[in-house]
C-alpha cells in the first residue's frame, strides 16, 4: 500500500505506519453514546477536571480525545460549537493540533530511546512530570489546556504517583484525558478521580465500511476475514493488513496448532523477524494472546472439557512477552519458551 510522509521523524506508539495518525483523523467511527455523555458535559460548562477513556487497542481513544481537545481548544467548556464536538479540518485550532504545535495541548506517550531509535516500553516519570509545568501556564486565547496521556498503562510506578499528584489538585479552566487499554492496571486512586468513558469494540459494519474506505484495493473476502479478526478493532485489522501484520496472525495460529511438536527452527526464523520489526515482540504477543483466548472462549461454548491448563497457559504466554518486551530480551527466547508453555498445556489437555 502507498505510504504517506509522516508528520514526524520519530516513532509514534498510536499510529499506524501508513496512515494518518489520530490528532490528524476528523472523523470519529462510532461510540456515538460516549461522545454524546462528553458533549453534554463540556458543553454545560461544568466538564470534569479528567477523564479516563478506555477500551481496547485500535478502537479510537486518541481519536476521540483528540476530538475533545480541539473543542475545547476552539470554544472552551461552552455551547458556541456543534454538539457533535467536531471542529473544521481548515480552523486554526485544528491546523495547530494536526502539527503537534498548539501551545494549548500537552500529549505525554512514551518517549525514544536514543540509542536504540525504538519506543521506550514505559511512560516514565520524567515524562508525567511536564504536566506540572505545562499546568501552571497561563492559558492560551481559548482560555483551556489539555492534556493527553497515551496510554497511561505504560506508566512505571513513579509516573503513576506523579500523576496522582496533578490529579488531587486540579488547575482550573485544564483538562487531563487518560487513555488506557487495561484500566484495571491502574491505581485504584487514580481511577476514582477520573470519570470514566469506556469505549467498546466497533460493530463489524463500522469496520468493514472504515476498511473500504481506506483500503479501497482489497477485495472483498480479504476485508471479511480482516473484519473478523480485527475484534472490533479498526487500528488492529490495519494492522493485519499490513504483510507482516498478516503473517504475525499466522504464524500464532500455527504456533497454537503445532504445540504438540514445536518446530524449533522454524520457531528461531519468526523470533530473528520479530526482532527486526517495531514492536515485532509486542505486536507478535497481542497476536498470539488473543488468538488463545478466542480459542478458549470456542472451546467453552462446544465442549465440558477443563480448560484450566489451558488458561493457566495463556496467561503465561502474555506474562512472557510482557516481561521480553519491557526487558529488550531476545524474541527467540521468548517464542521457544511460550512453544514449551503450549506444548505442556496440550499434552495436559489435549488440542485446542
Known amino acids: 500500500m502507498a505510504k504517506r510522509a509522516d508528520i514526524e521523524d520519530l ?16 472523523d470519529l467511527i462510532g461510540h456515538e453514546e ?12 461544568r466538564p470534569p477536571s479528567a477523564w479516563l477513556i478506555t477500551g481496547p487497542p485500535g478502537i479510537g481513544k486518541a481519536t476521540f480525545a ?12 461552552r455551547d458556541n460549537g456543534p454538539a457533535d464536538l467536531s471542529v473544521p479540518p481548515n480552523d486554526p485550532v485544528s491546523v495547530q493540533v494536526k502539527v503537534n504545535a498548539h501551545p494549548g495541548l500537552l500529549v505525554l506517550r512514551r518517549p525514544v ?9 514505559v511512560l516514565s516519570v520524567d515524562e508525567v512530570r511536564r504536566l506540572g509545568g505545562f499546568f501552571g501556564l497561563t492559558s ?5 489546556r489539555v492534556a493527553i496521556i497515551d496510554t497511561a498503562d505504560e506508566m512505571n510506578d513513579a509516573a503513576a504517583n506523579a500523576l496522582l499528584k496533578t490529579l488531587e489538585e486540579p488547575p482550573s479552566r485544564a483538562m487531563l484525558l487518560v487513555l488506557a487499554n487495561n484500566p484495571g492496571r491502574l491505581l485504584p486512586t487514580i481511577r476514582s478521580r ?6 467498546r469494540p466497533l460493530p463489524d459494519e463500522d469496520v468493514s465500511r472504515a476498511l473500504a474506505h481506506m483500503l479501497p484495493k482489497l477485495k472483498a473476502e480479504e476485508r471479511a476475514a480482516l473484519v473478523r479478526l480485527a475484534a472490533g478493532s479498526i487500528g488492529m485489522a490495519l494492522q493485519f493488513a499490513d504483510d507482516d501484520g498478516v503473517a504475525f496472525a499466522q504464524e500464532a495460529d500455527r504456533l497454537i496448532d503445532a504445540s504438540a511438536n514445536p518446530d524449533v527452527p522454524a520457531l528461531l526464523t519468526l523470533g530473528d523477524r520479530l526482532w527486526r520489526k517495531t514492536d515485532g515482540l509486542e505486536i507478535f504477543g497481542t497476536f498470539l494472546a488473543d488468538a488463545l483466548s478466542a480459542r478458549i472462549r470456542a472451546k467453552a461454548k462446544t465442549s465440558n472439557t477443563r480448560l484450566d491448563a489451558w488458561i493457566e497457559a495463556a496467561e503465561r504466554v502474555r506474562s512472557k512477552f510482557a516481561r ?5 530480551l531476545d524474541p527467540r527466547q521468548t517464542i521457544i519458551s511460550s512453544a514449551l508453555t503450549l506444548e505442556d498445556a496440550r499434552r495436559r489437555a489435549g488440542a485446542i
Open 11 to 26: 516513532p509514534e506508539s498510536d499510529r499506524v505506519e501508513g496512515f494518518p495518525h489520530p490528532r490528524e483523523t476528523m
Open 34 to 45: 460516549a461522545l454524546a455523555r462528553a458533549s453534554r458535559a463540556i458543553r454545560s460548562g
Open 66 to 77: 483528540y476530538r475533545l481537545a480541539r473543542y475545547l481548544l476552539s470554544f472552551g467548556a
Open 113 to 121: 530511546n536514543e540509542k536504540t531509535g525504538k519506543l521506550m516500553n
Open 140 to 144: 492560551g486565547a481559548g482560555g483551556w
Open 194 to 199: 477520573c470519570q470514566r468513558l469506556d469505549l
Open 324 to 328: 521480553s518486551s519491557a526487558l529488550y
